[in-house]
């Protein structure tokens, strides 16, 4: 890290001493909670200097902070909880690292700005092909594949696997959380292969589920690949293929790509094309730990991928609507463009492409939650809040889009979402480990980060949207919240499975790296340390001791 990166870290640390926007957030938060067990609502102490306010996270209170009386009402806006993943946890052999950040939402309605579009980006010059092809071995076996001398994989042939199917054994008499798949082997016979695990881990709900291993393409449904164990996963699955093999390829390359997508490992194939910005994720980790080689509207590109706060969890993805040309999904925001390189448009139109898809996903993950409240008889408050906040997702779709556009020089929207395989959780402690993940903590990471962005921004058009989205998402975090002591209120158990799921998501979250891109402050785009930095403000000054707030004992060291 350089040393203006290094100031301006330090500055993001100390931003809740001195920021009573930030400081009004951890207020709103605990505030609408009411008094806990703890009794860390913020009051007033009558002395001290009000700047060095703020809540740690064993409940104590430092010093002032501004009184504020307990809501017990309804205030706007939750988040939602995606199904579990049942997949068993991954190991990756010869892949990238784990990317660091989660981008925040966007949200706002900005003035115009009389600027005209930015040119598109010339075309790249073409990438080289696999170099000094080296076979992949997989637990010792041949999995089809080769790596090229920059680190990339083709698929260049089918092969049998070994049927391997890893992961621990379902306990005797199936898991106390949530409402097991199956109980023993037996229980999995709808594929061949097929074992009852434990599923979960990461801040998924842990549970029994089926999981089924591959032996041959045959194994797997239209649209996917058998990958052998040991080069993405333990077990041998089942992945999304655009391409089987080199000779599928115009290009003479079935490119087999594998990284930490941000809500866990990915594997999928596809075509290389001559119009392709990278070949694997090591290309992209150069730039950034937050940013992965995935599809784009002209082949393989390096993009930042969207935080996994809000994403649609479906068959263990994050499920997102391909990108495609369209104006009605954007707004006329046109931030200054002129004074912007190529490559720095590039990276905000990147960066807000994956925002926007991930917004628009989010639509649906909050439907799937309005659902959920339903289910075990939420109050109506809480089903009324989520509706506008699905709304409010709506928007920031849109406001996402209109900048990636206005970045790009093209009009960019969402195409169809499958929904076809969406289910509901299965229990109410599945539903709480999601919005404990996904919407207590994601949610407020991404209210801080956009204040954060809003006042980086030099770019007026940025700013404003910022600021917009930062109130909104402030209050979106004041639901999940809310949402989370409504589950806890009628069911003392369940403190135990939150306490758990937001443990492994914060460890997980601040064991990431803090390597990555310096970022581009005037248009909002915050380099990876700062973020980082962020983050870290963030959960020990609101996100632990609104835990406290609720009965969890976090021990983090």
Known sequence: MNRSARRRSRRYRSIFRHNPNFRLLQATIIAALGSGPMGCTPTSDGGGDDDDAMIVADGSQVSDMMPVEPDNGPAPDPDGAPPVQDAAPPTVDAVSPPRDASPPPVDAAPPAVDAAPPPVDAAPPPMENCRDPRPVLGQGQPTGLVQ??????????????????????????????????CLVDADCDARPNGRCIMAGGGGQLPMCGCQYACETDADCDEGRFCLCAGVAFQSSLCVRAQCLTNDDCESG??????????????????CRQPTDTCRSYADCNMEGA??????????????????????????????MA?????????????????????????????????????????????????????????????????????????????????????????????????LSDMTLSGSPAEAVTHLVQEACLGETLGAAEARAMAEDATDPIVREVCRKIADEESRHAVLAWRALKWFLDQDAALVGVAQVALSEAVTTHLA???????????????????????????IEAVVLPCAVNLGMRLDLA
Not at 353 to 375: K, P, W, Y
């Open 322 to 418: 391909e990108e495609i040309t369209r104006t009605d999904w954007t707004t006329d925001v046109r931030p200054q463009v002129t004074d912007l390189s190529a490559a720095d448009r590039s990276v905000l139109a990147t960066w807000w492409r994956g925002i926007a898809a991930l917004e628009h996903a989010s639509v649906a993950s909050f439907g799937r939650f309005t659902l959920e409240l339903m289910q075990y008889g939420a109050p109506a408050h809480l089903l009324a809040d989520t509706q506008v906040a699905a709304a409010d997702e709506v928007d920031h779709a849109r406001l996402a889009y209109g900048l990636a556009s206005a970045y790009a020089g093209m009009p960019l929207g969402p195409g169809p979402l499958d």
């Open 253 to 270: 390359e079935c490119a087999v790509v594998v990284g930490e997508g941000g809500c866990g490992t990915e594997a999928w194939s596809t």
């Open 512 to 538: 990431t790296s803090e390597s990555g891109h310096d970022g581009i402050p005037g248009h909002g785009l915050l380099g990876a340390p700062e973020r980082r930095a962020l983050h870290q403000a963030t």
């Open 148 to 181: 090229c001398a920059d680190q990339s994989m083709n698929r260049v042939e089918p092969v049998q696997c070994q049927p391997l199917n890893m992961g621990n054994a379902c306990p005797p008499g199936g898991n106390e959380h949530g409402e097991d798949q």
């Open 290 to 319: 937050f940013e992965g080689c995935v599809g784009g509207r002209q082949g393989l590109e390096c993009q930042a991928l969207p935080v996994c706060g809000r994403p649609l969890m479906l068959a263990g993805e994050a499920r």
